[in-house]
């Protein structure tokens, strides 16, 4: 198997523009590699080009696995690691901002967002995401 190919300059900059738009300010990610068991049947591990970032007490990564084929995920430590229901994507800028809202969603129900007050049946609406 070839190596998949490192993240395209184009790329790189879909995600700092994301980033932007998301915190309103220029966020530092680096170019890192990940080993990543791409076939759930096999024990073979691939190494794959992967973006990192740190904002708000998470840590985020991006994987490239190969053409138009991404994977992410959100961490707070070792034991505390999320991603977003969905293992592939094909479109770089839908991973990035679906991992974003969801870590969104996560940092509020860690803060207690959810229903703080509210009767256990009564949910607090907090409308949508904006990023």
């Given amino acids: ?7 395209t300059e184009n790329e790189q900059q ?3 523009q994301i980033l932007f738009e998301r915190y309103q300010r220029l966020v530092p990610w ?7 068991q ?3 049947g096999s024990e073979q591990t691939t190494i794959c080009p992967t973006l990192y970032w740190s904002q708000r007490g998470a840590e985020f990564v991006v994987c490239k696995l190969g053409e138009s084929r991404f994977r992410c995920q959100f ?4 034991q ?8 592939l994507y094909d479109d770089l800028s839908e991973c990035v901002v679906t991992l974003l809202q969801v870590q969104a969603d996560h ?3 860690r803060a207690g967002a959810h229903g703080v007050g509210k009767a256990a049946d009564e949910e607090e609406y ?3 995401t904006v990023i």
């Fill in 30 to 36: 680096e170019l890192a590699e990940a080993e990543l």
């Fill in 38 to 40: 791409l076939d759930p």
């Fill in 75 to 78: 961490f707070y430590s070792a």
């Fill in 1 to 7: 198997m070839s190596p998949i190919p490192d993240f």
């Fill in 126 to 128: 907090l409308g949508p």
């Fill in 107 to 109: 940092e509020r129900t």
């Fill in 80 to 87: 505390e690691q999320f991603g977003t229901g969905r293992d």
């Fill in 14 to 16: 879909q995600i700092g």
